[in-house]
């Protein structure tokens, strides 16, 4: 499968056959999402591969906690609620997986087990759970590390007929997660995904969310004036408008970190 077609048919996996998942498989899968980039090659991730009678135990620990008022207990702060435009795509979501399982608004019971299904990691063979190490708190960086790893795990395990979601809900008990993965208190816990073959016909697997809206746009800036220009032997050079940037360029007017303005006009004054 090429790449582009890999992205855009990808999706979240809500529910799965009760198949196997070789070990040698999901091997093979972190083998290849651990090319994933992280910010100066840190590779901030740890993962833990559950399954079996350990996961289970999370799935049970997980509703009995939840169903008892236990309020979840998280190992960083998170959004109690969204707002505005990201709660308008979180609902939208809701109301097309809602509408595939034909649950209907007033139905409470059938919506407390959806919402449960999350806290079981939705019955999935397998549960990759993912932290990093407490050290590197405030971890904003880390965790958009740890992003970039999870998106790779899912790309691979789709190309391999594998499905996947990426399940906040599944480590809201951490202490639940942290006892049966056995994940020591020196890291932090971040997300799991649940992971297993596609269950064709559980309904909501059909859904994929709607894309972005194509008035959203994401700015471009200076493409208008800046051209490449080629020199000798075709080679591209840079542009005079970068050029004259980098003349006026000082330290005390630099928007760049002092370091990367200093790097700038040193490479400047060896060229």
């Not at 050079?237 to 006026?248: D, L, Y």
């Not at 002092?258 to 490479?267: C, D, G, I, P, Q």
Request: aromatic share 8%.
């Amino acid at each position: 499968m090429d790449f582009e077609t890999l992205v855009r048919t990808r999706r979240s996996v809500r529910g799965y056959k009760t198949d196997h998942v070789p070990k040698e498989i999901i091997q093979e899968i972190i083998d290849v999402a651990k090319g994933a980039p992280s910010s100066m090659n840190t590779q901030p991730w740890n993962l833990y591969v559950v399954t079996g009678e350990p996961l289970d135990k999370i799935r049970q620990g997980n509703t009995e906690r939840m169903l008892a008022g236990v309020k979840p207990q998280r190992d960083f702060p998170t959004k109690e609620a969204y707002e505005g435009i990201h709660r308008e795509r979180q609902v939208e979501i809701a109301k097309q997986l809602f509408a595939a399982m034909g649950i209907a608004r007033d139905d409470k019971e059938m919506r407390q087990d959806w919402v449960m299904r999350g806290f079981r990691q939705f019955d999935a063979p397998v549960s990759i759970v993912l932290t990093y190490d407490k050290i590197l708190e405030p971890a904003a960086i880390g965790q958009f590390d740890l992003g970039a790893i999870s998106y790779a795990i899912c790309l691979a395990a789709w190309e391999r007929g594998l499905g996947t979601v990426i399940n906040g809900q599944g480590v809201m008990q951490t202490p639940v997660v942290r006892e049966h993965a056995g994940i020591p208190e020196t890291q932090s816990i971040l997300t799991c995904i649940a992971m297993g073959y596609p269950n064709d016909e559980f309904s909501a697997n059909q859904v994929s969310p709607c894309q972005p809206e194509k008035t959203r746009l994401f700015p471009f800036w200076g493409f208008n004036n800046c051209r490449t220009h080629r020199g000798p032997n075709n080679k591209p050079q840079k542009n005079r408008v970068m050029n004259k940037i980098e003349e006026q360029h000082v330290e005390t007017q630099s928007p760049f970190p002092n370091s990367y303005a200093r790097f700038f006009l040193e490479k400047k004054k060896n060229t």
